[in-house]
Each structure stands twice: as structure tokens, then as C-alpha cells.
């Protein structure tokens, strides 16, 4: 019984090796910012210093987003930031080197992600508005544009309101 328990545990020990091993390590080809989404409009984690070494955990399928660790930290980062090596040459993260490089697509599940990974940071408070992605920003943008225009066309007038000028 013993030894049938212990070759099971052997067994998945040795089928969990490659689920660990998934994460390709990286590089980063400029100052850019660590963010806690795959989108530029999601808080910055941190910064990651050209040249520095990221692990990388996996890439978004449809966006050109990885997700990586950094100095224990973990986050999103744009594949046009950071290279692999390939064939002894560094390349840009994109679709096509991902499975060669060993980098599993993966699906960005931002309950799970901030739970895992953000709950001791300041904008973890404010994760039901992030939660909605970076379409609701987009949205407020164009409301408060459409805002700004409305108020370019109140007249500006002067302390007297003698004179008046459309701006």
C-alpha cells in the first residue's frame, strides 16, 4: 500500500516538472513599466530597467502582452519590451516564438491575478473600477472630451461681463 501510494506521489511530482519549468526567461529592451494588466491603461507595478532579466510565465493569444515576474514581483509587460534568445539570437516576443520559446499562451483572469498578487498594494482598493478593463477608460476619456468641447463653446467673459468672447 505504501509503495503504491509512493509511486503515485512520483509519478505526479514528475507530471507537475514541466507545469514549473512553463516560465522562459526574458529581457527587457527598455526602462518600461511592469503593469498589473495587459493594458497600458492598468496601475504600473514597477519599473524594469533595460537589460534586467524577467521571467516569463506566459503571453495573451490575441495582445501582444506577456505576463512576468520581476525581482518577485509579477505583472504585465508589452511583448515589444522584451526579447528571448532564439537560436542564438534575441527576438521579440511575439505569437510565432512562443511556442518554440516554451511560452504557454495564457488567459488574463483579473480576480484571480490581483487576488494572487496585489492585495497589499494601494490601488487594490480600487479594483472593482479596474475590474471593468481598460474599455471604461477609453469611455471616460471620450465623455470628458465631449465635456471639454461643450465647454469651449460658453462664452468667456470679462470680470464686467462687458465684453464676451467665445473661446
Known amino acids: 500500500m505504501k509503495d503504491a ?5 512520483i509519478v505526479c511530482a514528475l507530471l ?5 519549468a512553463d516560465a522562459a526567461e526574458g529581457f527587457s529592451t527598455a526602462n518600461v513599466n511592469m503593469r498589473s494588466g495587459p493594458s497600458t491603461r492598468y496601475p504600473a507595478v514597477t519599473v524594469i530597467p533595460a537589460g534586467e532579466p524577467v521571467e516569463i510565465h506566459g503571453c495573451l ?29 534575441r527576438v521579440y516576443l511575439e ?6 520559446l516554451g511560452i504557454p499562451t495564457v488567459v488574463f483572469q483579473f480576480d484571480r491575478y490581483w487576488d494572487r498578487n496585489y492585495r497589499g498594494r494601494d490601488f487594490y482598493r480600487d479594483r472593482d473600477r479596474w475590474r471593468r478593463g481598460p474599455d471604461w477608460a477609453e469611455d471616460r476619456d471620450r465623455r470628458e472630451w465631449r465635456r471639454d468641447d461643450e465647454m469651449r463653446m ?7 461681463n462687458a465684453s464676451c468672447e467665445n473661446d
Open 61 to 89: 493569444a490575441d495582445l501582444p502582452w506577456c505576463d512576468v515576474s520581476f525581482y518577485g514581483g509579477r505583472g504585465w509587460v508589452a511583448g515589444r519590451y522584451v526579447q528571448a534568445a532564439y537560436r542564438s539570437r
Open 154 to 160: 460658453v462664452p468667456v467673459c470679462g470680470f464686467d
Open 16 to 20: 507537475l516538472v514541466p507545469a514549473v
Open 5 to 9: 501510494f509512493f509511486r503515485a506521489a
Open 95 to 100: 505569437p510565432e516564438y512562443y511556442r518554440p
